[in-house]
């Protein structure tokens, strides 16, 4: 296995990628694969340890929650603190309502597919209209579907024409589906929601089984497994990690290399091109470490400015979240299975838009749960989820030192758009009816912390929701792209950042607009374009 450390490298490479999760293993395979440029991959967690048969990255039954993962905290309740950072004599923030939520993303080779739920869902087509009408117009849906199908190897539906069948990553639905699975498919469907063969095609109300990027049953196959450990062995290619950059290096406005942080010790190392993967956390706080971003911001820590772009660390946004906790039944809890096998897609209500995506999570350890610590015996939960699919809330991503040691404050606000919890009140009233089914409650023994009392009153369930939600850690839009001359864009459609030379960004921060399902996907169809334009070809 090529890893090696920083004194190992090559002074200078054509590439350097910074972040080894999803976008930074597809990137790094696609610019290595034809052996035309040497790249760095830099990752600021550990190496994957997929290949030993104990890792719980193995594990797509549930959530890898602790050694893997990067200790964000995000004020999801709070107002924001930015302005009162700049000018706290002038813009006091009422810290009252402030509750920090444990923001878990993956610091490791595969990032958060590395540790997550291995759901492989698709965003609708309209999601893409809306991104054209931000200035994304090339962007569309019609020119996003072709890499949507490169980059799929969909076991079930390859053969159509709206799926791939030889790409990387390998898609498949469940093929052994819990009871409760199945009932809860059945109670959607008595309350109207069409049963459907693929979720990753139309966007109107479905239920359905769900696509995920697993194999053997319950194996996650994150996106370092499934494009970068099968190439790990190029002679083109070098891996660093657990090395953090604290910034990118320039000569005037043109990118250069990289400042890493190993071992305790700094390290330059140089490249032609800069190639940031590092989320839209750790994208937007690298930039503003190397003095591209809100030059006030940058000014009050005596960080240079090298591009005054307010945009930077803005426009931070996540699916909200409202999960129904109840005590399975013993049988139910045996099978290890995918986090999540069956999904619903409906209208909460608000009106007619399909704005909430509905779903059970199975055998969740109750010890990870906030509020089960010594509550209850029983070892796993059932989690019934909640999702608003297109969030109006806005947050933002923002450093207080120029040291990478010192982790960005994220502030997520979810909780203060009216318009967001009044759709979410919608969904867990939508689910509050489908679990209280027959087919879904004979497997269940009762909801915790909530009742009919809260679910019929309109000021009550609001309160309950504005207190019990979190976000998905589906982080996008802090680097927003577009038109140069759009004051709310940092990059443009290219992922080139606004004012500088050889410096891209090609992740989830990119995103003008968070879309209708999990980011995991898009990211890597994202990141396989960009990947192309840097090479100038395409799959098509």
Same mark, same amino acid.
Request: hydrophobic share 40%.
């Given at each position: 296995?090529?890893?090696?450390?920083?004194?190992?490298?090559?002074?200078?490479?054509?590439?350097?990628?910074?972040?080894?999760?999803?976008?930074?293993?597809?990137?790094?395979?696609?610019?290595?694969?034809?052996?035309?440029?040497?790249?760095?991959?830099?990752?600021?967690?550990?190496?994957?340890?997929?290949?030993?048969?104990?890792?719980?990255?193995?594990?797509?039954?549930?959530?890898?929650?602790?050694?893997?993962?990067?200790? =964000?905290?995000?004020?999801?309740?709070?107002?924001? +603190?930015?302005?009162?950072?700049?000018?706290?004599?002038?813009?006091?923030?009422?810290? @009252?309502?402030?509750?920090?939520?444990?923001?878990?993303?993956?610091?490791?080779?595969?990032?958060?597919?590395?540790?997550?739920?291995?759901?492989?869902?698709? /965003?609708?087509?309209?999601?893409?209209?809306?991104?054209?009408?931000?200035?994304?117009?090339?962007?569309?849906?019609?020119?996003?579907?072709?890499?949507?199908?490169?980059?799929?190897?969909?076991?079930?539906?390859?053969?159509?024409?709206?799926?791939?069948?030889?790409?990387?990553?390998?898609?498949?639905?469940?093929?052994?589906?819990? /009871?409760?699975?199945?009932?809860?498919?059945?109670?959607?469907?008595?309350?109207?929601?069409?049963?459907?063969?693929?979720?990753?095609?139309?966007?109107?109300?479905?239920?359905?089984?769900? /696509?995920?990027?697993?194999?053997?049953?319950?194996?996650?196959?994150?996106?370092?497994?499934?494009?970068?450990?099968?190439?790990?062995? +190029?002679?083109?290619?070098?891996?660093?990690?657990?090395?953090?950059?604290?910034?990118?290096?320039?000569?005037?406005?043109?990118?250069?290399?990289?400042?890493?942080?190993?071992?305790?010790?700094?390290?330059?190392? =140089?490249?032609?091109?800069?190639?940031?993967?590092?989320?839209?956390?750790? @994208?937007?706080?690298?930039?503003?470490?190397?003095?591209?971003?809100?030059?006030?911001?940058?000014?009050?820590?005596?960080?240079?400015?090298?591009?005054?772009?307010?945009?930077?660390?803005?426009?931070?946004?996540?699916?909200?979240?409202?999960?129904?906790?109840?005590?399975?039944?013993?049988?139910?809890?045996?099978?290890? $299975?995918?986090?999540?096998?069956?999904?619903?897609?409906?209208?909460?209500?608000?009106?007619?838009?399909?704005?909430?995506?509905?779903?059970?999570?199975?055998?969740?350890?109750?010890?990870?749960? /906030?509020?089960?610590?010594?509550?209850?015996?029983?070892?796993?939960?059932?989690?019934?989820?909640?999702?608003?699919?297109?969030?109006?809330?806005?947050?933002?991503?923002?450093? $207080?030192?120029?040291?990478?040691?010192?982790?960005?404050?994220?502030?997520?606000?979810?909780?203060?758009?009216?318009?967001?919890?009044?759709?979410?009140?919608?969904?867990?009233?939508?689910?509050?009816?489908?679990?209280?089914?027959?087919?879904?409650?004979?497997?269940?023994?009762?909801?915790?912390?909530?009742?009919?009392?809260?679910?019929?009153?309109?000021?009550?369930?609001?309160?309950?929701?504005?207190?019990?939600?979190?976000?998905?850690?589906?982080?996008?839009?802090?680097?927003?792209?577009?038109?140069?001359?759009?004051?709310? $864009?940092?990059?443009?459609?290219?992922?080139?950042?606004?004012?500088?030379?050889?410096?891209?960004?090609?992740?989830?921060?990119?995103?003008?607009?968070?879309?209708?399902?999990?980011?995991?996907?898009? $990211?890597?169809?994202?990141?396989?374009?960009?990947?192309?334009?840097?090479?100038?070809?395409?799959?098509?």
């Amino acid at each position: 296995m090529n890893h090696f450390n920083c004194t190992d490298v090559p002074q200078q490479v054509d590439f350097i990628v910074v972040g080894g999760g999803s976008a930074g293993s597809v990137m790094a395979s696609r610019l290595s694969e034809q052996g035309k440029y040497s790249v760095l991959l830099i990752e600021a967690g550990r190496d994957s340890d997929v290949h030993m048969p104990n890792s719980p990255l193995r594990d797509a039954s549930r959530l890898v929650l602790e050694e893997y993962n990067w200790h =964000y905290q995000a004020n999801v309740h709070g107002p924001s +603190r930015y302005e009162a950072q700049l000018a706290p004599q002038q813009a006091p923030v009422d810290v @009252s309502r402030r509750k920090s939520f444990a923001y878990r993303l993956g610091k490791v080779m595969g990032g958060s597919s590395a540790i997550n739920g291995a759901v492989a869902l698709r /965003p609708f087509p309209s999601d893409f209209q809306r991104w054209v009408e931000l200035g994304c117009t090339d962007w569309s849906w019609d020119q996003v579907l072709p890499w949507f199908n490169h980059l799929e190897n969909d076991v079930d539906y390859g053969q159509r024409r709206e799926h791939g069948s030889d790409g990387p990553l390998k898609l498949l639905r469940p093929r052994e589906v819990l /009871p409760l699975e199945n009932g809860f498919a059945e109670a959607c469907q008595k309350r109207g929601i069409p049963l459907v063969d693929d979720l990753n095609s139309g966007e109107g109300e479905a239920v359905g089984a769900v /696509p995920a990027n697993v194999i053997a049953g319950a194996e996650r196959c994150d996106l370092y497994r499934s494009y970068l450990a099968p190439v790990r062995q +190029r002679e083109n290619l070098y891996i660093l990690t657990e090395a953090e950059v604290e910034q990118v290096l320039f000569n005037g406005l043109c990118a250069i290399g990289v400042k890493v942080l190993e071992h305790g010790e700094y390290h330059s190392l =140089y490249a032609g091109h800069v190639v940031l993967c590092a989320g839209a956390i750790g @994208s937007a706080a690298i930039l503003q470490r190397s003095g591209i971003g809100d030059a006030r911001h940058l000014k009050q820590l005596d960080i240079s400015v090298k591009v005054n772009l307010p945009a930077v660390g803005k426009n931070l946004s996540d699916h909200t979240s409202v999960v129904l906790w109840a005590l399975p039944e013993p049988d139910n809890n045996l099978t290890a $299975t995918p986090w999540r096998q069956m999904a619903a897609r409906l209208s909460s209500g608000v009106d007619q838009q399909v704005d909430v995506q509905l779903g059970l999570m199975n055998n969740v350890a109750s010890h990870t749960v /906030p509020g089960f610590h010594n509550r209850t015996d029983c070892p796993y939960l059932v989690g019934a989820s909640i999702m608003l699919m297109r969030p109006e809330s806005r947050g933002r991503v923002f450093i $207080t030192s120029r040291s990478a040691q010192q982790l960005p404050e994220i502030d997520l606000p979810l909780a203060c758009d009216q318009r967001d919890i009044a759709r979410l009140a919608g969904g867990v009233r939508q689910m509050w009816q489908i679990i209280h089914q027959p087919e879904v409650a004979q497997y269940l023994r009762g909801i915790h912390f909530w009742s009919e009392n809260i679910i019929d009153n309109e000021r009550v369930i609001s309160n309950a929701i504005q207190n019990l939600l979190s976000p998905g850690w589906h982080a996008s839009g802090t680097v927003r792209m577009g038109s140069e001359h759009d004051a709310t $864009t940092a990059a443009n459609q290219q992922g080139r950042v606004h004012g500088v030379n050889q410096l891209t960004v090609a992740d989830a921060a990119l995103f003008p607009q968070i879309t209708s399902s999990p980011t995991n996907l898009t $990211t890597v169809m994202l990141a396989e374009r960009i990947a192309a334009s840097l090479f100038n070809q395409g799959p098509l």
